[in-house]
């Protein structure tokens, strides 16, 4: 039952934090558990001014990015090419973390615009053909998927798509997607025999709605058509399409598996999450499985080569050979030097979605395997302990300092296991998790409010113009900052490259891992209403605690709190400083905040639970 007005007031009144274990409150919020009444006063402190801010001044300063770079269609002014240093996957990037800014609670003006980016991106790159380039002569999206490419790129061009269920999984354009572009890797659509069920393998490096790529890359088909390099930015500082398409020329070896192709596994993990359908955690499972087999049988270290016959190391039987792979390191046209570009580490998405499945800690173990091998390969140079990222003929190379601990931070994030704490990188972020830094929040979130502003400003000083810009002239202006919000906010992490770590990889078309989650329930949407505030300040393996509250002096606001960026966590209970724990033992539960009101939560909490899933709170009541 409700509370009675009379017995509401004179808890105001009586207690500096009242917390009430009611029923619903109002058939309008259709709140899925326990309601939770804070009516502490809290002056707004300045980290959850600065959030407030922050959100905001994003979503401005995206809209106004939207209408320099964009039309009306969705379509991105610049000029249309297929290729690795430019292509779809670039055009959509462009929208990059606004699908996490309106699921953290920004405007729902962020959720329309990464929608209309996405269609356009669609239509945009189904209506353009190479003339060149064998497979896109057709349209270089096929089922509104991309023919034909890589998955360091096609996971990059799913970046901004692999996001939208967060905020809106009932539309229908979205699931029916979903479903079906996961249909190309579990064999589901004849035209695209990408995947081996019997081997469990992805067949080629390069796949798509089109299928497998069964034969050499040649640099053509990363390249691109021919065109006049001159008055276009070049991210890698090519000067001629000569030298661009001679940046190719190693990188042939596609036909077969690789760790890459691992990232696939966001997508499929995404149609899982819509209904749980059984065959698409299957399909993860025994793929990610695989590769720990794979990595048991290769001295614990994950081969970048399997062969179409399932074999590690394919025909030359060389395990660390393949584009991309541990031996990766092409010759710069520029520089006539050659580059370490081991993709390996990024695979590492595969495993955490695999782990946010299950629970299972098999599914970091295999890294910790694999850095203990690298890591006993170490050396001394000049006193300085180095360890290598790369693996060829002649045995391990790439030497630099430190030890190897890519990853280091993720796999913590994922155990909450001291052991693996102390193999993560120092990290800021922890320092303040530790208690060591209480003037983190408000530093960074100045800091990335920064950072918009100059984004902001850099557009404005922007004097280029459609037929000079490629798909990636502006990836690096898009304002969108949220690594910030996603550690503070949700006690998440961000699988991107943070600004303070420019060593971590980058990884493309990641999904959100995250302890906590927000919704609206008054507005029925994703993320914390309006003039709510949240700031997470400490994580362990059985709870987290989180401060929340109300910058409004004059309405109420309800904010329903979930456990887990997919309801994978089960919250067991949540009680305030002093007070008593109030038993909770679900998903989630909706706390209603006075006006003017705040208070420091301590939630106990069982982790990986639960089947995560796309649906919103209310949903799954």
């Known amino acids: 039952m409700s509370p009675s007005p009379l017995t509401s007031r004179r808890r105001f009144l009586r ?94 003006r962020l959720l329309e615009l990464s929608k209309r980016a996405f269609e356009g991106n ?146 499929v993990l995404n149609a899982y999450m819509l209904d749980q359908e059984p065959k698409y955690r299957d399909w993860i499972i025994g793929y990610v499985d695989a590769w720990i087999a794979r990595a048991q049988a290769n001295g614990d270290v994950l081969p970048s080569k ?27 046209p520029q520089t006539g030097k050659r580059e370490d570009r081991n993709r390996v580490p990024r695979a590492f998405v595969g495993f955490m979605n695999a782990y946010l499945l299950t629970g299972d800690d098999k599914y970091l173990d295999v890294w910790r395997k694999q850095n203990d091998v690298i890591n006993a390969q170490q050396k001394t140079v000049d006193g300085k302990v180095m360890a290598p990222r790369m693996y060829g003929p002649k045995g391990w190379y790439g030497y630099a300092p430190g030890p190897y601990r890519l990853n280091g931070l993720e796999i913590w994030y994922l155990s909450m296991r001291a052991s693996d704490r102390a193999r993560a990188p120092d990290h800021p972020w922890l320092t303040y998790l530790d208690g060591k830094d209480p003037a983190f929040p408000a530093r960074i979130l100045r800091k990335d409010l920064e950072q918009v502003r100059a984004k902001a400003q850099a557009q404005r000083d922007d004097h280029s113009t459609p037929d000079t810009r490629l798909a990636d002239a502006a990836l690096d202006i898009n304002p969108a900052s949220v690594t910030a919000l996603i550690h503070l906010m949700q006690g998440g992490i961000h699988i991107a490259r943070p600004p303070w770590s420019p060593s971590s990889p980058a990884q493309g078309g990641a999904l959100l891992y995250a302890r906590l989650r927000y919704f609206d329930p008054e507005r029925r949407r994703a993320g914390v209403p309006e003039d709510v505030a949240a700031l997470v300040e400490t994580l362990t393996d059985d709870g987290v605690t989180v401060t929340l509250v109300n910058t409004n002096q004059v309405s109420a606001r309800t904010v329903t709190v979930q456990g887990g960026g997919y309801g994978e966590h089960q919250v067991l209970s949540v009680s305030t400083e002093g007070g008593p724990a109030v038993a909770i033992d679900a998903s989630a539960f909706t706390v209603r905040l006075a006006p003017g009101s705040g208070a420091r939560l301590t939630l106990k909490m069982k982790r990986h639970a639960n089947p995560p899933s796309l649906s919103f709170p209310w949903d799954r009541a």
């Not at 062969?307 to 390191?329: C, E, H, V």
């Open 306 to 332: 399997i062969g179409l016959d399932g074999k590690i190391g394919g025909p030359k039987g060389q395990w660390w050979s393949g584009t991309y792979g541990w031996g990766f390191s092409p010759v710069v």
């Open 15 to 108: 207690t500096a934090s009242a917390l009430l274990l009611a029923g619903v409150a109002a058939p309008a919020l259709a709140a899925p558990t326990a309601t939770l009444e804070i009516s502490t006063p809290m002056a707004p402190p300045e980290w959850a001014l600065l959030e407030r801010e922050l959100l905001k001044a994003n979503a401005e300063a995206c809209e106004a990015f939207f209408a320099r770079y964009f039309d009306e269609r969705g379509y991105l002014l610049a000029v249309e090419r297929w290729g690795a240093n430019d292509g779809p996957d670039d055009a959509i990037e462009n929208v990059n973390d606004w699908p996490h800014l309106h699921a953290l609670g920004a405007s729902d």
């Open 122 to 267: 669609v239509r945009q790159y189904t209506a353009a053909r190479t003339k060149d380039v064998p497979f896109a002569r057709e349209g270089m999206y096929y089922k509104e998927f991309p023919v034909m490419t890589d998955w360091q790129h096609l996971s990059e061009g799913l970046s901004v798509f692999n996001l939208l269920g967060l905020s809106d999984p009932k539309d229908a354009r979205y699931r029916d997607r979903v479903k079906r572009f996961s249909g190309f890797y579990l064999g589901e659509d004849p035209g695209a025999p990408n995947y081996d069920p019997q081997l469990k393998i992805i067949r080629s490096m390069i796949t798509g709605s089109r299928g497998p790529m069964l034969r050499k890359a040649t640099p053509l088909d990363w390249a691109g058509d021919p065109y006049e390099v001159k008055g276009f930015f070049m991210e890698h500082g090519e000067e001629s399409y000569e030298q661009t398409l001679r940046h190719y020329d190693e990188y042939g070896d596609v036909v077969g598996d690789a760790p890459l192709n691992l990232q696939s596994t966001s997508l």
